[in-house]
């Protein structure tokens, strides 16, 4: 079974700067899209950021320009940087991987972003 690790969490003043990274415990390239994804108290999961195996990238627009996704292939792990941190990322960040489809559809456990003055 698929095990995505995540870590990077925690609290951070708007403006600051957090990375998320998720580890996967199979090679990276079993997956054709490694994603973020986040949700707010009382709202739907939404797509945070997402990159393909090619390398394309895709982003929801309130973070396009604050935020990164990147990837270590060697380390198989995915990343989030994420930049000028506003209340209103506050959330629990969900890593995902996937093949196109679905075959695979993996979920990791769920870290917190907590953005407060």
């Known amino acids: 079974q698929v095990q995505l690790v995540e870590s990077g969490g925690g609290s951070v003043q708007p403006g600051g700067s957090l990375r998320l990274s998720c580890a996967t415990s199979?090679?990276?390239?079993?997956?054709?899209?490694m994603g973020w994804y986040r949700q707010a108290l009382g709202k739907e999961r939404e797509l945070v950021a997402a990159?393909?195996?090619?390398?394309?990238?895709n982003y929801a627009n309130s973070v396009k320009g604050r935020f990164t996704i990147t990837t270590d292939n060697a380390k198989n792990t995915v990343y989030l940087q994420m930049n000028d941190l506003k209340p209103e990322d506050t959330a629990v960040y969900y890593c995902?991987?996937?093949?196109?489809?679905?075959?695979?559809?993996?979920w990791g456990q769920g870290t917190l972003v907590t953005v407060s003055s």
């Open positions: 990159k393909t195996v090619s390398g394309a990238t």
């Open positions: 995902n991987a996937r093949t196109y489809d679905w075959a695979l559809d993996a």
């Open positions: 199979e090679t990276i390239f079993s997956f054709n899209i």
